[in-house]
């Protein structure tokens, strides 16, 4: 027996109780509208209000789930002979070509009926596969909190306060003038709606020598710590600090021991003879060195500048760049893509966005955006467009490695806030302005370094011109002519065109993961450097 598959594609809502009435029970899913925003939108859960005309109820959500289910349904019928006569009987019909028909012999009678008329009675089954139910909500999480507006008097009585807090119509002056309890509850109590299993452990052994974290630290370091911070012996400098260290601490030389980094060591120590400052971003691009390594190895190689023109970097050991005035070519340059009515529509992301920050309306929040590379083939000659192809001596892979921390023309930045080294700026426009006062060099500065007053401001000009001429000819429909190479993998996803931009004080270079790839989690890079290295 076959039955014929109807191929339309259904929905199914596991609802959460017993349904009595269709349209009471589409209320409280928001009706036929919400449910198809919802079904439209992977990201969005359903939302259930069990009192949907309280303003203040919380809903319960509904998450999203792939089935592959068929709707069947089944009509039975009866056909009964009495007597032996016709009378009453019915031919079965064949109805639709996708129902199926099925006769099965009428169960026996029972007993007690003797005295009734004999009977000859069949049951005729009719199956028909309405559709294919590819997507099911089901109601697992658990709702939040229930906040209802009550107010208890002096007298021990609740009362509501509907009535004083929403409006119906329009009300005169005396309404807003009436005295009425505080009632304002947050926009979600709990964060999280699906029940967390707590495991309770015994109070855990310490081995001899242990120092109680209560007792032998402040207050301030105890905050949801598990166990006390392993230090990794990093030295942190001021721009107004006199003497620069010239060794590093013998715990981070323990580490190297410990840790067996010798190899790795060696190779670090290298790219810091060849070059005396260096931020922790391109020496992993450089080196190849992974993070977890490079916080153990880099407080032997040098000291971390806090402030001045070379914050968030690493200065090697009894360097002193403010006594070097060919130490400006090692300045950091905060360069952030200016704010324009048409902001949106420039091809370089953000590194971060408002859409981060969610309720718990949606299932699946934005992904970080992976690094991507633009080139736009205009007069000014084209770019490497395939891999392997060399362009000025760097491949195209080469040159998507070093898009976080090295600016060159033709070649849009990887996010809207990048901080590079004035050696890095790989344009012949913005290097004669960083030397352009060679040989003439009086004092350092703490803002401008060893440059001219201006300088900063004039090199952030020359960058956004190139950036928004770049943006400006991909945004017309040379889309043949661009080109987008994402570095994070065949997993990694790019966020929407309508994202928008956060404005971000962080006052560091952006940190890049095992595949080159900016983590997106912290707000201020420098601020969690340090906390690391701390």
């Known amino acids: 027996?076959?039955?014929?598959?109807?191929?339309?594609?259904?929905?199914?809502?596991?609802?959460?109780?017993?349904?009595?009435?269709?349209?009471?029970?589409?209320?409280?899913?928001?009706?036929?509208?919400?449910?198809?925003?919802?079904?439209?939108?992977s990201s969005r859960r359903l939302d259930l209000r069990f009192r949907p005309s309280d303003p203040y109820c919380r809903p319960?959500?509904?998450?999203?789930?792939?089935?592959?289910?068929?709707l069947v349904r089944v009509r039975r019928k009866r056909r009964v002979r009495k007597n032996r006569s016709t009378e009453g009987s019915e031919e079965a019909t064949s109805g639709s070509s996708s129902t199926v028909t099925m006769e099965t012999a009428a169960p026996p009678t029972s007993q007690s009926s003797v005295s009734s008329p004999p009977e000859d009675e069949k049951v005729t089954y009719n199956t028909e596969v309405l559709g294919i139910v590819d997507t099911t909500y089901r109601f697992q999480a658990m709702a939040d909190f229930q906040y209802l507006p009550l107010h208890r008097t002096p007298d021990g009585r609740t009362v509501q306060l509907y009535d004083q807090l929403m409006l119906e119509k329009l009300e005169g002056g005396a309404f807003y003038q009436q005295e009425v309890p505080l009632f304002l509850p947050p926009a979600t109590f709990s964060r999280i709606d699906t029940p967390q299993n707590y495991h309770y452990r015994k109070d855990p052994t310490h081995k001899k020598g242990y120092k109680d974290p209560a007792k032998y630290f402040s207050s301030s370091k105890l905050i949801g710590v598990a166990r006390a911070r392993r230090p990794h012996n990093a030295i942190f400098l001021n721009f107004k600090e006199l003497q620069v260290p010239t060794a590093p601490l013998e715990g981070a030389v323990d580490h190297l021991e410990k840790y067996k980094l010798h190899a790795e060591f060696a190779t670090l120590k290298k790219l810091f003879e060849d070059r005396p400052i260096w931020s922790r971003n391109a020496i992993q691009v450089r080196s190849g060195i992974r993070l977890d390594k490079l916080k153990w190895l880099l407080p032997l190689c040098g000291y971390y500048a806090v402030t001045g023109p070379w914050r968030s970097l690493w200065v090697k050991f009894g360097y002193d760049p403010r006594k070097d005035p060919t130490a400006k070519q090692y300045q950091i340059l905060d360069f952030r893509v200016r704010q324009k009515?048409?902001?949106?529509?420039?091809?370089?992301?953000?590194?971060?966005?408002?859409?981060?920050y969610t309720l718990p309306t949606v299932t699946q929040k934005p992904q970080p955006q992976p690094i991507q590379i633009k080139d736009f083939v205009d007069t000014l000659g084209p770019g490497p467009s395939r891999p392997g192809e060399k362009h000025e001596g760097?491949?195209?892979?080469?040159?998507?490695?070093e898009s976080t921390f090295v600016f060159r023309?033709?070649?849009?930045?990887?996010?809207?806030?990048?901080?590079?080294?004035?050696?890095?700026?790989l344009d012949p426009r913005l290097q004669a302005l960083i030397h352009e006062n060679d040989g003439n060099e009086t004092e350092c500065m703490e803002k401008e370094g060893w440059c001219l007053p201006n300088t900063h401001a004039k090199l952030r000009d020359i960058i956004s011109a190139?950036?928004?001429?770049?943006?400006?000819?991909?945004?017309r429909g040379a889309k043949?002519?661009?080109?987008?190479?994402?570095?994070?993998?065949?997993?990694?996803?790019?966020?929407?065109?309508?994202?928008?931009?956060?404005?971000?004080?962080?006052?560091s270079d952006s940190e890049v993961?095992?595949?080159?790839?900016?983590?997106q989690d912290s707000d201020n890079e420098m601020d969690t450097e340090m906390t690391e290295l701390s």
């Not at 009515?341 to 981060?356: E, G, H, N, Q």
């Not at 023309?409 to 700026?425: G, H, K, N, S």
């Open 409 to 425: 023309p033709r070649v849009l930045p990887a996010y809207r806030q990048m901080f590079y080294q004035m050696c890095d700026l």
């Open 1 to 41: 027996m076959s039955v014929p598959i109807n191929k339309k594609s259904l929905v199914c809502v596991e609802y959460p109780g017993r349904v009595k009435n269709v349209e009471k029970m589409l209320e409280t899913l928001g009706g036929e509208e919400n449910v198809a925003k919802a079904v439209y939108d």
């Open 341 to 356: 009515p048409d902001a949106k529509a420039l091809a370089v992301k953000a590194k971060r966005s408002t859409y981060d």
């Open 466 to 475: 190139e950036v928004g001429k770049l943006s400006e000819g991909i945004s």
């Open 394 to 401: 760097r491949t195209k892979a080469d040159m998507e490695k």
């Open 480 to 507: 043949g002519k661009s080109e987008v190479q994402p570095c994070g993998g065949p997993d990694a996803r790019e966020e929407e065109e309508g994202e928008e931009e956060e404005e971000e004080d962080d006052m």
């Open 60 to 70: 319960v959500y509904g998450d999203r789930f792939a089935t592959s289910s068929l």
């Open 513 to 519: 993961d095992d595949e080159q790839q900016v983590p």
